[in-house]
């Protein structure tokens, strides 16, 4: 029993050290230059904001675009956003909020990958292609130079979606249409543009 635990938890204990390792810049009490980090933490203390004055669901940024307003939550990906609430209710910063999703969807995407393909691979080969998904330059690029908190969370979401499909077709258990659905969703609501791409793929792999 215990030998199979350890069997069951070393790759995924594997793949969270080896991405803390590449987290570890961000481990200070400053917050880095990026594309859209400082627009992003605008954006979270006008989520916060708009949360306090009762907005249920989020519609209005009344801080942002110098103080007039914006509409901007109605066509902006909500779910960083929402997440964020939830975090600085707990007194963390709008700066630390943003290094600590940042991080964990970075980090989180490793793990979803690995959940994913080792129910159509070897677990070994599900380990080194995990590594090769979470390691892939672009992830790289949107944490530390674009600064894309969404687009990180939709990459780490989206493998959810296939493991969903392939355990579907596996087991015909309709929890996982529910179960896939719901990823679906947070997909959707992590990246407009990713979960419109990611779509037809979904479809078409489903077929």
Same mark, same amino acid.
């Given at each position: 029993?215990?030998?199979?635990?350890?069997?069951?938890?070393?790759?995924?204990?594997?793949?969270?050290?080896?991405?803390?390792?590449?987290?570890?810049?961000?481990?200070?009490?400053?917050?880095?230059?990026?594309?859209?980090?400082?627009?992003?933490?605008?954006?979270?203390?006008?989520?916060?904001?708009?949360?306090?004055?009762?907005?249920?669901?989020?519609?209005?940024? !009344?801080? =942002?675009? &110098? @103080?007039?307003?914006?509409?901007? +939550?109605?066509?902006? %990906?909500?779910?960083?956003? /929402?997440?964020?609430?939830?975090?600085?209710?707990?007194?963390?910063s709008f700066e630390n909020s943003f290094?600590?999703?940042?991080?964990?969807?970075?980090?989180?995407?490793?793990?979803?990958?690995?959940?994913?393909?080792?129910?159509?691979?070897?677990?070994?080969?599900?380990?080194? !292609?995990? =590594?090769? &998904? @979470?390691?892939?330059?672009?992830? +790289?690029?949107?944490? %530390?130079?674009?600064?894309? /908190?969404?687009?990180?969370?939709?990459?780490?979401?989206?493998?959810?979606?296939?493991?969903?499909?392939?355990?579907?077709?596996?087991?015909?258990?309709k929890k996982f249409i529910i179960l896939?659905?719901?990823?679906?969703?947070?997909?959707?609501?992590?990246?407009?543009?990713?979960?419109?791409?990611?779509?037809?793929?979904?479809?078409?792999?489903?077929?």
């Open positions: 029993m215990k030998k199979k635990l350890t069997s069951k938890f070393l790759p995924v204990s594997g793949l969270l050290i080896i991405s803390l390792f590449f987290l570890l810049p961000l481990v200070n009490n400053y917050f880095y230059l990026s594309h859209d980090g400082e627009a992003h933490v605008a954006r979270f203390a006008a989520y916060f904001k708009a949360f306090l004055d009762g907005q249920i669901p989020l519609r209005w940024a !009344g801080n =942002l675009n &110098y @103080g007039y307003g914006s509409p901007v +939550f109605i066509f902006y %990906y909500p779910l960083p956003g /929402v997440l964020s609430i939830l975090l600085h209710l707990l007194g963390i290094k600590i999703l940042i991080g964990f969807f970075f980090m989180f995407s490793f793990i979803t990958f690995y959940i994913w393909t080792k129910e159509v691979v070897k677990k070994e080969t599900a380990f080194l !292609g995990s =590594l090769f &998904y @979470g390691l892939v330059p672009y992830h +790289f690029l949107n944490l %530390y130079v674009r600064g894309d /908190v969404a687009e990180l969370a939709a990459l780490a979401i989206a493998p959810l979606v296939f493991f969903c499909i392939d355990k579907f077709i596996q087991t015909k258990a896939g659905a719901f990823f679906y969703a947070f997909l959707v609501l992590s990246h407009n543009s990713v979960s419109l791409m990611f779509s037809p793929v979904l479809f078409f792999y489903s077929i």
